[in-house]
């Protein structure tokens, strides 16, 4: 199979942390950039982070620029999303997929996705 399996949500107050990991399964990550977005209920996918194949390079959104921290560890698979100083605004289902050409700021830009993990801030 094809597919990426986030894990790390949770329910968390405002002003506090989360780790998001994403791993690939029946692939693998290293020959493409990676990115993550989240999508809250009855809104669009929004992007959050994206990462170059060897994480050379980092990409925020205004958003999450200062807060967040996107990494990689090629050797497990595995793309990271350290989220701090979290905010009821962040509440959403967070995805994160393979780049496949394009900007990475657009969803369309990207396949492979997961199945989402939930992160919900309480004020």
């Known amino acids: 199979q094809v597919q990426s399996a986030e894990s790390g949500g949770g329910l968390v107050p405002a002003g506090g942390s989360l780790r998001l990991s994403c791993a690939a399964s029946?692939?693998?990550?290293?020959?493409?950039?990676m990115g993550w977005f989240r999508q809250a209920a009855g809104k669009e996918r929004e992007y959050v982070a994206a990462?170059?194949?060897?994480?050379?390079?980092?990409y925020y959104s205004v958003a999450v620029e200062g807060r967040f921290t996107i990494a990689r560890d090629n050797t497990k698979n595995t793309v990271y999303l350290q989220m701090n100083s979290l905010k009821s605004e962040d509440t959403g289902v967070y995805y994160c997929?393979?780049?496949?050409?394009?900007?990475?700021?657009?969803?369309?830009?990207?396949?492979?996705w997961g199945q989402g993990t939930q992160v919900t801030v309480s004020s």
């Open positions: 997929a393979k780049h496949r050409g394009g900007a990475y700021e657009r969803w369309d830009s990207y396949d492979y």
């Open positions: 029946g692939r693998t990550i290293g020959t493409g950039a």
């Open positions: 990462i170059n194949w060897n994480g050379e390079r980092t």
